[in-house]
């Protein structure tokens, strides 16, 4: 009696185990250790059993079934352990580069998102025969601010195309008039347009 009841308990207790195993994907010890940022990868997508961030030479050994897990965006190691960062979704160039993504050495450059999107700054293009004319939003309001326009740049603009301008709108008071900052996109030469309905400006 004394036997079939330990063979029955070892019996369960295999059983157990087995189920533990398979329910919860086995990661080897230290998988989170870490001493440089570099050393943490983040692992599995979100809703993956053992998504998170791990020792990129330690990781789990599967993933899969349903799991309550969100995917950090990014790891970091802090204090020896690999932990998840979590980020607002980046929708944008300026975003990117806020977020600290590396940027492209290109025209108009681009920051890369990794395992995501890449965005390009905000620019104009112009096409002139062959020739393509590119301008950044950037560029174009170092040309302004270095013009007559001076810095009374706002913060809304539009490219046109057609004629290859960057229009920025000035914070410049004048009666009738909506000025702004024109920027030829060829010569990189910039002039205030004051756009008036009525008077002409002084």
Request: proline share 5%; with cysteine; net charge negative.
């Amino acid at each position: 009696m004394k036997n079939s009841t330990i063979i029955a308990l070892i019996i369960l207790v295999v059983a157990i185990m087995a189920l533990y195993t398979i329910a919860t994907p086995p990661t080897s010890e230290g998988g989170k250790n870490c001493i440089f940022d570099e050393d943490c990868v983040v692992f599995g997508k979100t809703g993956d059993c053992n998504c998170g961030c791990y020792n990129k030479d330690n990781l789990p050994s599967r993933t899969g079934g349903k799991c309550f897990c969100l995917a950090p965006t990014s790891c970091k190691c802090v204090d020896g352990e690999c932990e998840g960062v979590f980020e607002e979704e980046i929708t944008s160039f300026e975003g990117c580069v806020e977020a600290g993504h590396p940027v492209m050495e290109s025209y108009p450059p681009q920051c890369t998102v990794p395992g995501g999107p890449t965005f390009a700054e905000d620019n104009c293009q112009y096409k002139k025969g062959e020739d393509i004319f590119i301008l950044t939003i950037s560029d174009a309001k170092n040309i302004a601010i270095n013009s007559e326009c001076g810095d009374r740049l706002k913060e809304s603009y539009m490219c046109n195309e057609f004629t290859g301008t960057y229009w920025i709108d000035l914070n410049i008071e004048k009666e009738e008039c909506n000025p702004a900052c024109v920027i030829n996109l060829e010569t990189r030469e910039a002039e205030i347009n004051w756009r008036c309905t009525g008077l002409i400006p002084e």
